[in-house]
């Protein structure tokens, strides 16, 4: 992002604001007060803040016992916003003292011109003022105050919005058109006609209140699979909550199976085209400990060809490297054992880009010339590095426009619906894709991010329904922001139990309440590892790791993170990898083996 707008936006709001000042009529005698709830002695009643980011606190305060604090995360700049009803062509003063850096005061939807002042820096509380005008057929202003991104908390007290009063808000009508769209096992899209006046609506699932949102879409999300929902909507402004909409009723879908796996499972990448320090490991050899076996790698013959190749390592770098036929032989062992066989696809060398259908065509005709050559059970997403971003202007992870992304989609439900629903389906982003996407996603409102930022997520979305597992890997990644808006390292149970709990509960996209990622099932996840210290930066010692689980299906041994739910269904493990565990001394499923005791049953 870049870090010099900031200030040549505010020199510009600074000037336009003065300018105003200079211009604007006097306030008239029937001028009053006109903002709600301006001090915040009655918490937000009245003020709509972003992504969650305001709260009310008892010190410091400007004047009486409480104030506003905000706090910017990622894309959020922690806007807190009100709806006032004004006249038309009338004269307005809006006011209040901040504390903070570069802390914003202003009002749009003026009909005229929209007004903001600005304070770089003010370690004490600093009154803020700026005028404006109503245009001849405005009838309501939203004023607000924010931060700025990446920076500190701030306060904002004593808000005020001086001129005179507009006519009396009238109840909005009920919503019409209310429409459920296609459900998936755990959430359903919903959409309804804007009514006029208002500001916000509510969504009601039965009884329950369950969003409150400013568009006219939202998604019901944490549902069960196959399970029919009831929801209504209400329209909201100053005046209140108008009666419900017409009811709408939407089933679940049964979601993707559990692939035949144990409740429990223990997930594994073989080494099976290359070697490495960790040495060559033929698949008979592999222990009954692992229930999900991923060859890695399958890789394409260019960046974006989309053709796909895999072979045995070479018996010049792996002397000990089966033949063909014993290879496969022992993989129709390890399925008769119950095992799972899959291709990995990608891995950090393997850079994958589907950016036309003809790549996106020869993806799945190569891939499955695999499957169908060596019997496999189905295919991990294994794309890293550049393999997938997101164009400019492609914002909604639940409608993606970027060619990669649409294309890697398409080629999946392609696989799936060609080999049935025992087609073994994984996914093992990084973070970086994934979680990072609670701040960011793509290039961001401006441009300037990193397009990767949570690129993963309209895959994951898109293809939830069919996704058996999906493994994040929680290792060589930065420290990332969990869902109480601290930033978490990897290396210890904290950082897993953050992770995982981002997933199981859903969150906003970029900080946007109007885009929620929806949760995966517990029986979807499983928690990604490196298996030994040489295997990649963040390994977690087994005690740790065993802290992770406790917390996240039992919720005992969570420290200092308070997960949003308990879940004992968590599917299990995963590691990279199975060569590398070997290397030091099976610790990592032995470890797996004694915490969920060989757990069996199909699922």
């Given at each position: 992002m870049d870090r010099t707008r900031p200030l040549t936006l505010l020199l510009a709001g600074s000037l336009a604001a003065g300018g105003l000042l200079a211009l604007t009529p006097a306030a008239q005698a029937a001028d009053t007060e006109l903002a709600r709830n301006g001090g915040f002695e009655a918490g937000l009643d009245g003020w709509t803040c972003t992504a969650g980011s305001g709260a009310v606190v008892p010190s410091p305060v400007h004047g009486g016992t409480k104030a506003l604090q905000a706090t910017p995360a990622g894309s959020d700049n922690a806007k807190c916003s009100q709806t006032v009803t004004v006249k038309p062509n009338s004269s307005y003063t809006l006011s209040g003292w901040v504390r903070g850096s570069y802390v914003y005061l202003g009002a749009s939807g003026t009909g005229t011109t929209d007004v903001s002042t600005w304070t770089a820096s003010a370690p004490d509380w600093q009154k803020l003022t700026t005028t404006f005008t109503t245009g001849a057929s405005t009838s309501s202003v939203t004023i607000y105050t924010h931060g700025w991104y990446g920076t500190p908390a701030y306060q904002a007290d004593d808000l005020s919005l001086y001129g005179p009063g507009g006519d009396p808000v009238q109840l909005p009508a009920a919503p019409t058109g209310l429409t459920a769209g296609s459900p998936n096992s755990t959430s359903v899209p919903l959409s309804w006609t804007a009514v006029p006046g208002a500001t916000s609506y509510n969504l009601y699932q039965g009884a329950t209140r369950i969003q409150t949102v400013t568009g006219t879409t939202a998604t019901a999300t944490g549902l069960t699979a196959s399970t029919p929902y009831t929801f209504q909507v209400t329209a909201v402004n100053s005046a209140g909550e108008s009666p419900k909409s017409t009811a709408v009723t939407a089933t679940t879908t049964s979601g993707g199976g559990g692939g035949g796996l144990p409740a429990h499972a223990l997930v594994g990448y073989l080494h099976a085209s290359f070697a490495n320090g960790s040495g060559y490991?033929?698949?008979?050899?592999?222990?009954?400990?692992?229930?999900?076996?991923?060859?890695?790698?399958?890789?394409?013959?260019?960046?974006?060809?989309?053709?796909?190749?895999?072979?045995?390592?070479?018996?010049?770098?792996?002397?000990?490297?089966?033949?063909?036929?014993?290879?496969?032989?022992?993989?129709?062992?390890?399925?008769?054992?119950?095992?799972?066989?899959?291709?990995?696809i990608g891995g950090q060398n393997g850079q994958v880009q589907l950016a036309t259908t003809a790549a996106r065509d020869t993806f799945v005709t190569s891939v499955s010339k695999i499957i169908d050559e060596y019997g496999l059970d189905g295919l991990d997403i294994d794309f890293e590095g550049h393999s997938l971003s997101l164009q400019t202007g492609d914002t909604d992870f639940r409608n993606p426009t970027s060619p990669v992304v649409v294309n890697l989609i398409q080629a999946v439900k392609t696989l799936k619906a060609k080999y049935g629903s025992g087609f073994v389906l994984t996914m093992a982003p990084e973070t970086f894709f994934v979680q990072l996407g609670y701040q960011y996603y793509g290039s961001g409102p401006w441009g300037g991010q990193d397009p990767r930022a949570g690129a993963y997520l309209p895959v994951i979305h898109a293809l939830r329904d069919d996704l058996t597992l999906l493994h994040v890997q929680d290792y060589n990644s930065g420290s990332i922001m969990g869902l109480d808006n601290q930033y978490h390292s990897m290396g210890g149970a904290d950082f897993h139990i953050a992770m995982t709990d981002m997933l199981l509960t859903g969150f906003p996209v970029a900080g946007n309440t109007d885009r929620i990622f929806p949760p995966l099932r517990p029986e979807q996840i499983a928690i990604g590892l490196p298996a030994s210290t040489q295997a990649g930066n963040g390994h977690t010692a087994p005690a740790e790791v065993n802290k992770a689980l406790d917390c996240l299906t039992k919720k005992t041994n969570c420290g200092t993170y308070q997960t949003h739910g308990t879940w004992p269904a968590l599917r299990g493990l995963m590691t990279w990898s199975v060569n590398w565990d070997r290397y030091n001394q099976w610790q990592f499923s032995q470890n797996f083996d004694a915490y969920f005791g060989n757990a069996a049953g199909l699922s």
């Open positions: 490991t033929r698949m008979a050899d592999v222990p009954d400990s692992w229930d999900v076996i991923d060859l890695a790698f399958g890789e394409p013959t260019s960046v974006t060809s989309g053709d796909i190749r895999f072979s045995l390592c070479p018996a010049t770098e792996c002397p000990n490297v089966e033949s063909p036929a014993d290879f496969k032989a022992a993989i129709k062992a390890k399925q008769a054992a119950g095992k799972k066989v899959l291709i990995s």
